[in-house]
C-alpha cells in the first residue's frame, strides 16, 4: 500500500509565523504536490515537484513556497503566516497519473 | 479554469441510482475521478482517457466524451459505503497528471439507509 503521511493533523500558529507543512511518501515516486482544500471550493494546487529540487508553481502559489531536498520528501512554507492561510492542506504523490493523498494537515491561523 | 461539477450535492436513497456531471470550458486529455468520506483522504476512483473510454469500479462506472468536454459518474444501487464527497479532476497541461490536476469544487452524495 502506498503511504503518504503528512507530520501533523492539527496546526495552531498566529500570524506572522513561518511554518513548515512536511510530508514523505514512501513508494519512491517521482511526482509530489501540496494542494488546499477549502470548503465550496474544492482542491486547488498550490506547487509540485517532479524530480528533487525541481519545483513548479501551481494555480494558487502566492504567499508560499515549497522544498524538495530528498526524494521521499516534499515541504510546504508559509513564509509569514496570514489568516487566509487558514486551511486543509493536502500532500499527494504520484508515479505518473494516479495521485495518492495523505490524510491531510488542518492548519489554523489566528 | 476549474471544471465544473454538477449537481452540487444529491441524497439518495439506499439502492437507488445517481449521475454525478462533470465539464470543462478547456480540451480536456483526461478526466480522473476520485472520492473523499469525511476526515478522510480523497482517494483515486478512475481515470477516463480521450475516445469515450468507459471504466467500471465496483457498481460506479463513467464516461467521457472529449467533444463536449464533459464526463459523467454513474453510480448504480448505490450502497451506504458510496456517502463522500466526488471530485472529478483535469489535466493542467498534457503531462497525464504530473504536473497536478486541477479539481471541481465536488459533489456530496449522501446514501441513506
Known amino acids: 500500500d502506498v503511504k503518504v503521511t503528512q507530520s501533523s493533523r492539527y496546526l495552531v500558529k498566529r500570524t506572522g509565523e513561518k511554518v513548515f507543512l512536511e510530508c514523505v511518501q514512501d513508494?519512491?515516486?517521482?511526482?509530489m504536490f501540496w494542494y488546499r482544500q477549502d470548503p465550496g471550493l474544492g482542491l486547488r494546487l498550490i506547487y509540485f515537484s517532479y524530480d528533487v529540487k525541481m519545483k513548479e508553481k501551481g494555480d494558487i502559489p502566492e504567499g508560499y513556497s515549497v522544498s524538495r531536498e530528498k526524494k521521499e520528501r516534499f515541504s510546504l512554507i508559509l513564509e509569514s503566516a496570514s489568516t487566509n492561510q487558514t486551511s486543509m492542506y493536502l500532500c499527494a504523490s504520484s508515479p505518473s497519473n494516479i495521485q495518492y493523498f495523505g490524510a491531510g494537515t488542518r492548519l489554523s491561523v489566528l | 479554469q476549474q471544471p465544473v461539477q454538477s449537481p452540487q450535492a444529491v441524497i439518495l436513497r439506499e439502492g437507488e441510482d445517481a449521475v454525478i456531471n462533470c465539464s470543462s470550458s478547456?480540451?480536456?486529455?483526461?478526466v480522473h475521478w476520485y472520492r473523499q468520506k469525511h476526515g478522510e483522504a480523497p482517494v483515486f476512483l478512475m481515470i477516463?482517457?480521450?475516445?469515450?473510454e468507459q471504466k467500471g469500479h465496483e457498481k460506479i462506472s463513467a464516461s467521457f466524451n472529449e467533444k463536449k468536454q464533459q464526463s459523467s459518474l454513474y453510480l448504480t444501487a448505490s450502497q451506504l459505503s458510496y456517502s463522500g464527497t466526488y471530485f472529478c479532476?483535469?489535466?493542467?497541461?498534457?503531462?497525464?497528471?504530473?504536473?497536478?490536476?486541477?479539481f471541481g469544487k465536488g459533489t456530496h452524495l449522501i446514501i441513506q439507509p
Open positions: 477516463l482517457l480521450k475516445g469515450g
Open positions: 479532476g483535469t489535466e493542467r497541461r498534457s503531462g497525464g497528471g504530473a504536473d497536478g490536476l486541477t
Open positions: 478547456k480540451a480536456l486529455y483526461s
Open positions: 513508494m519512491d515516486h517521482e511526482n
